[in-house]
């Protein structure tokens, strides 16, 4: 098993900026993708970022390419999410998967285990 525990969130203003973490524990050596996913109220999860074991691969939601990016430190089993110039669109709890199957996915299904989300408020 792989536990995973995001931090990070909070309440920011519009064009601020926030770092997300991801904390991977357990079987680590058992991860190869990873990707960032959000959820906001009333609305389904989707997809927000994703990355490669090596961080050969990232790829991007088109509604944060250019603000947002993902990172990985295999070596210390934590990945990263670097928001910057935010938006009121995107409040949402942000949420950390991994996957032990798969080295790149941007959909939830390729992922068998999930943090327990962190809250990101951004007010206008």
């Known amino acids: 098993q792989v536990q995973l525990v995001e931090s990070g969130g909070g309440l920011v203003q519009a064009g601020g900026s926030l770092r997300l973490s991801c904390a991977a524990s357990g079987r680590t050596f058992s991860v190869y993708g990873m990707a960032w996913f959000r959820q906001a109220p009333g609305q389904e999860r989707e997809f927000v970022a994703a990355?490669?074991?090596?961080?050969?691969?990232?790829d991007y939601a088109d509604s944060v390419k250019g603000r947002f990016t993902i990172s990985r430190d295999t070596a210390k089993n934590t990945m990263f999410l670097q928001m910057n110039n935010l938006k009121p669109e995107d409040t949402a709890a942000y949420y950390c998967a991994a996957s032990s199957t798969v080295d790149f996915a941007t959909t939830q299904g390729s992922y068998d285990y999930w943090g327990q989300g962190t809250q990101v408020t951004v007010s206008s």
């Open positions: 990355i490669t074991r090596r961080s050969w691969t990232k």
